[in-house]
C-alpha cells in the first residue's frame, strides 16, 4: 500500500471554445489544466487554492471523475481511473465523494433529507441503510427528524451539512470539498469547518479542500496548492508556505488576506 | 407575510376542488351514461322537436334541458358527448404526453447528438401548418376516434417536447445530476430519478392543458363534420347543429358550450391547482 492515494501524472484538460469557433473545421481548444503533476497522500487535508478561474474546480472534477482527462493520468489507489468508462467506475466511486458550492443546487429540490443521504447507500448495496442514515445525520449533529426536510426549508449552512451526511454515509477514503464555505456567513462557515475537520480526524478520511480564501485554508490544511491559470506555482507545508511564499502570485494572495489591526481603536 | 400566503393557498385549494369536483361529475356522466341518461341519445321524435329546457313554460316533462329540432333529448346528449370528450382528453393527452415529454427529456439531459437529431426532428415538424396537417390525416384515414387522437398527438407533441426539452436542459446543469453521478448513478437512472421528479410540475400543468386542448380540437372537428362519422352524441357536434337553428332554440347550442367550456376550463385549472398544492418546492 503506497503512501499516497492520487496521484496525477502531465494531468491535461482543454475544452473546445465555441465562441471563437471558425465557420469552418473544428474550435480552438481551451487549455484549462495545462500538465499537472501532483499527489495526495493517504490521511492528509491538502488545500487547494488560486483566483477564480485558475482551474481549481476543473481539477477537482478530474479527481472525482465527473470530468475525463485530455492528457495524463490519473492514479487513484494505485489504480488508473483516467479512461474508465462509468461501469468500471462505479465500484470505485463510493471509495470518493464530493461536496459541492453550492447547497441550494447540489440538493435536489424535491427529495427529502432521508432520500438524499439513503440514495447513495442503495445504489452501493450498502445493508441496513435506515440505520446508516441515522448515523450519518448524528455525525453532522442532525436530530432525526431532520430526515423529512425537503432542501428549501433548510438555512445554508444545515444544507451544507446534508452534502457532507450524503459524502460521509458511503464511508469513503476520500472527500472533495469544491468551496464548501464560500457562499456561507461567517458563523456558519466556522461550524462547517470544525464540523468536517472533526470528521476528517474520527474516520481517517483523506480530503482535498478547494478554496479561493487561503485563511480558511490555512486552519484546516496540512500541505497547499497554488494554482494559477491551470499550473501549479507552489505546493508546499502550511507553516512553511505562510512564513516564506516562494511563488509571486501566493504573495499576492497572502498580502489580500485582512488582518486584524492590533493598533484598531473602536470608538 | 403569512396572510397573504394563507390567501393565495385558500385561493389555490378553491381552484383545484372546484376543477376537480367538475371534472368527477363529468368522468361520472361519462362512465354511467346509460344509466343516468333519461333518454337514449339517437331517439327522435319529431313531435317533440325544439321543446325548451325544464324551467321555460311549454316544456315537456322529463326532457330536462328541452330537445334539438329532431326531439332528441339535450341532456341525454350532452352526457353522451361526455364519452367521447373525455376519452379524446385522457387517451390523446396521455399519448401526446408521453410521446413529447419523452423526448424532450432525452434530448435536453443528455445532449449532444441524441438532442441535434431530435431538435432538427422538431424543427421540421413545426413548419408544416398543423391545421391542414391534420385535415389531411383525416381525410387519409377517414374520420373517426382513432383518427382524431392520432391527429391531436401529430400535431402537439412538439409543445411538450420543446418546454420539457428546455427544462430538462436547465435542471441537467445543476449540481444534484453532478452528485448523483459521483455517487455512482448511471445515465438513464439520473435522467429519471433526479431529472424527471424536478420536471414533472411542469408536466402535469401541460398534461392537463393539453387535455382541455383535446377536447377543443375534438369540438372543432365535430364542428366540420370531420370528427365522429355516425351521428353519435359529440359536443362539438351538437355545437354545430345548434347553430343553425339558434333563434327558434338557443339551448340545443348554449348548453353543450356551457359543458366544453367548464370543462377545458377545469383542465387548466386542475394542472395549476395540482402543482400548487402538491409541489414540495411551493408549499
Ligand atoms: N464547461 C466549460 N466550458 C468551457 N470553459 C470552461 C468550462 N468550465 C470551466 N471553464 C473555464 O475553465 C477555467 C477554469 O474554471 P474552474 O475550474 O471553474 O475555475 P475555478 O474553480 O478555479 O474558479 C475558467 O477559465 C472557465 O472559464
Ligand atoms: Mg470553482
Redesign the interface.
Given at each position: 500500500m503506497s503512501e499516497d492515494l492520487y496521484r496525477a501524472e502531465g494531468l491535461r484538460l482543454s475544452l473546445p471554445d465555441l465562441n471563437r469557433k471558425p465557420l469552418w473545421g473544428p474550435a480552438p481548444r481551451n487549455e484549462i489544466l495545462k500538465g499537472l503533476d501532483f499527489s495526495i497522500r493517504r490521511g492528509e487535508i491538502l488545500g487547494i487554492v488560486g483566483g477564480s478561474g485558475s482551474g481549481k474546480s476543473t481539477l477537482g472534477?478530474c479527481l472525482?471523475r465527473?470530468l475525463q482527462p485530455t492528457g495524463g493520468r490519473v492514479l487513484f489507489d494505485g489504480q488508473d481511473i483516467t479512461h474508465l468508462d462509468?461501469a468500471a467506475?462505479?465500484p470505485l466511486?463510493?471509495r470518493?465523494?464530493?461536496i459541492?458550492?453550492?447547497p441550494m443546487?447540489?440538493?435536489?429540490?424535491?427529495?427529502r433529507v432521508g432520500q438524499l443521504i439513503a440514495?447513495?447507500l442503495h445504489?452501493?448495496g450498502v445493508q441496513d441503510v435506515r440505520a446508516r442514515v441515522a448515523e450519518a445525520l448524528d455525525l453532522v449533529g442532525f436530530p432525526q427528524e431532520m430526515a423529512s426536510r425537503?432542501p428549501?426549508e433548510m438555512s445554508g449552512g444545515q444544507r451544507q451539512r446534508v452534502g457532507i451526511a450524503?459524502a460521509i454515509a458511503?464511508r469513503p477514503d476520500f472527500i472533495l470539498a469544491d468551496e464548501i464555505v464560500s457562499g456561507l456567513d461567517v458563523s456558519s462557515q466556522a461550524q462547517v469547518l470544525n464540523l468536517l475537520e472533526r470528521l476528517v480526524k474520527d474516520l481517517g478520511l483523506t480530503l482535498a479542500f478547494i478554496s479561493h480564501d487561503l485563511s480558511v485554508i490555512r486552519r484546516l490544511c496540512s500541505r497547499i496548492m497554488v494554482l494559477y491559470q491551470g499550473e501549479i506555482v507552489e505546493e508546499s507545508e502550511t507553516a512553511a508556505l505562510f512564513a516564506a511564499p516562494r511563488a509571486a502570485y501566493t504573495r499576492e494572495l497572502l498580502d489580500a488576506i485582512p488582518l486584524p489591526d492590533p493598533q484598531q481603536v473602536w470608538a | 407575510m403569512a396572510d397573504a400566503r394563507m390567501m393565495v393557498r385558500r385561493q389555490a385549494g378553491a381552484r383545484l376542488w372546484l376543477s376537480a369536483f367538475w371534472l368527477g361529475l363529468v368522468a361520472l356522466a361519462a362512465l354511467f351514461a346509460p344509466l343516468i341518461a333519461p333518454h337514449d341519445p339517437l331517439a327522435q321524435d319529431l313531435f317533440l322537436g325544439r321543446m325548451p329546457p325544464f324551467w321555460v313554460a311549454g316544456a315537456e316533462p322529463g326532457y330536462w334541458l328541452g330537445t334539438d329540432s329532431l326531439g332528441r333529448d339535450v341532456l341525454s346528449r350532452l352526457i353522451y358527448g361526455a364519452r367521447i370528450a373525455l376519452t379524446v382528453a385522457l387517451v390523446a393527452g396521455a399519448a401526446t404526453c408521453v410521446l413529447g415529454a419523452g423526448l424532450g427529456l432525452m434530448a435536453g439531459y443528455m445532449r449532444g447528438w441524441v438532442d441535434t437529431v431530435i431538435s432538427r426532428f422538431i424543427d421540421i415538424w413545426m413548419a408544416f401548418p398543423p391545421v391542414l396537417f391534420s385535415i389531411l390525416l383525416i381525410a387519409v384515414m377517414g374520420p373517426g376516434l382513432i383518427s382524431i387522437i392520432i391527429a391531436i398527438v401529430i400535431i402537439d407533441w412538439t409543445r411538450f417536447a420543446r418546454v420539457i426539452r428546455a427544462e430538462a436542459m436547465g435542471q441537467g446543469a445543476?449540481?444534484?445530476v453532478?452528485?448523483?453521478?459521483?455517487?455512482?448513478?448511471?445515465?438513464i437512472s439520473t435522467m429519471l430519478?433526479?431529472i424527471l421528479?424536478?420536471v414533472?410540475p411542469t408536466i402535469v400543468v401541460l398534461l392537463t392543458l393539453e387535455m382541455g386542448i383535446a377536447v377543443i380540437i375534438e369540438a372543432i372537428l365535430s364542428f366540420v363534420n370531420l370528427s365522429i362519422p355516425t351521428d353519435d352524441a359529440t359536443w362539438g357536434g351538437m355545437i354545430s347543429e345548434g347553430r343553425v337553428s339558434i333563434h327558434q332554440a338557443w339551448w340545443v347550442l348554449v348548453f353543450p358550450l356551457i359543458a366544453l367550456f367548464l370543462t377545458v376550463l377545469a383542465f387548466s385549472q386542475l394542472g395549476e391547482g395540482l402543482k400548487d398544492r402538491y409541489?414540495?418546492?411551493l408549499r
Open positions: 472534477r472525482v465527473l462509468d467506475l462505479r466511486r463510493r470518493f465523494q464530493m459541492f458550492q453550492d443546487s447540489s440538493l435536489n429540490p424535491r427529495h440514495a447513495p445504489l452501493h425537503y428549501h450524503r458511503l | 445543476m449540481d444534484y453532478a452528485s448523483a453521478r459521483v455517487a455512482g448513478r448511471g445515465r430519478t433526479e421528479p424536478n414533472l409541489d414540495p418546492v
